[in-house]
């Protein structure tokens, strides 16, 4: 059959069918339209689950403080339930005891009438305890000089030892009542910004107590131990940022100023220390070096008592939340290094 291509109505026919066959959806243009529905159904549902989780979280948020309300109300109209809470706080933070002794050799025999001379364990344990402190300007009765600046820690009140009320001392510290330090920390309500921490001890009822207040008008934190308030402080800063910026681990005792070396020895040295009958005495030695490494003493890189620290773990766990999105810290390490900065 021959086509007579120059016809007018063959060329007419022909771009017709060809405009007919553009305007109808191919396979691949209606599968591009799913795909598109699909993407939009997606977003659509990953929306509505964020919006649920954030209610979710905040939820939790409130749930948490109820309980604890409700636990310090019960605590007060119920002083057992006061009790059964603080020994239970004892036992969740025990203080760490290392106790040093050489085992005897069950192979190697006696002989009769030979005793061995051991080094007696005060002299053993007053070498291994000995510590450098700094020196402290005094007045003219011999008295030191407040406040006493000891690198992030602050000094305003020694105190005085209630040497006998044994809850006030331990193997390791002694809890003067009236003593007063602060240091600088994340503010409860925004961790990121500096604020002031005073810490104090006194005594409630023969018992010492605790004290954790903050300078931006929040209530004061307070408990029978140290590592207690200071738990709580950390769990704060968390619950502020409803993020795990911090370890709850607690160093109350850091956070005070009690184990610092010259703080140890200003209390050692206070009147009735020597009738606190469960401390171990602890020997001291004066060096003006140590006044240069006051500082960076205990609390130089942890996140729990250093402002500093703190907000390198605040942009480290924001960064790791949205890599895409923040600026990499200038400190980050990649988990692939091995390394651990916070």
């Not at 403080?65 to 409700?70: C, G, N, P, V, Y």
């Not at 307070?222 to 619950?239: A, K």
Request: glycine share 4%.
């Amino acid at each position: 059959m021959n086509y007579d291509y120059n016809n007018s109505n063959f060329r007419r026919k022909n771009f017709t069918q060809r405009g007919k066959f553009d305007k109808s959806p191919g396979k691949y243009k209606q599968k591009v339209m799913l795909l598109k529905q699909m993407i939009r159904e997606y977003v659509h549902e990953n929306a509505a689950l964020i919006d649920e989780l954030e209610e979710v979280q905040i939820n939790t948020i409130i749930r948490k403080e109820e309980r604890k309300f409700l636990l310090r109300k019960l605590c007060e109209y119920e002083p057992q339930v006061a009790l059964e809470v603080q020994n239970a706080a004892k036992e969740s933070f025990p203080q760490s005891n290392s106790v040093s002794g050489t085992p005897t050799d069950p192979k190697k025999p006696r002989r009769k009438g030979h005793t061995e001379k051991r080094p007696s364990s005060r002299k053993s344990s007053s070498k291994s305890r000995k510590k450098i402190v700094q020196p402290i300007p005094v007045d003219h009765n011999g008295k030191p000089v407040f406040p006493i600046e000891l690198g992030r820690l602050t000094v305003h009140s020694l105190g005085e030892v209630v040497h006998n009320k044994p809850d006030f001392h331990t193997e390791f510290s002694i809890y003067p009542a009236g003593y007063v330090s602060t240091r600088v920390y994340g503010s409860l309500q925004d961790p990121t910004q500096k604020c002031i921490y005073t810490c104090k001890i006194s005594n409630a009822n023969d018992m010492p107590r605790f004290e954790i207040a903050s300078d931006d008008w929040n209530p004061p934190i307070t408990g029978d131990t140290p590592d207690v308030c200071h738990s709580l402080l950390l769990q704060r800063i968390n619950d502020s940022l409803s993020l795990n910026v911090v370890s709850t681990r607690p160093r109350g005792h850091d956070f005070f100023g009690l184990t610092h070396p010259t703080v140890q020895h200003l209390i050692q040295n206070s009147n009735g220390a020597r009738r606190c009958s469960n401390y171990k005495w602890i020997k001291f030695e004066v060096s003006r070096e140590a006044s240069r490494n006051s500082q960076a003493y205990a609390d130089d890189n942890d996140a729990g008592l250093s402002y500093e620290y703190l907000q390198r773990s605040i942009n480290y766990c924001k960064y790791k939340m949205a890599p895409d999105v923040l600026q990499r810290p200038e400190d980050f390490v990649d988990s692939k290094d091995n390394l651990v900065l916070f």
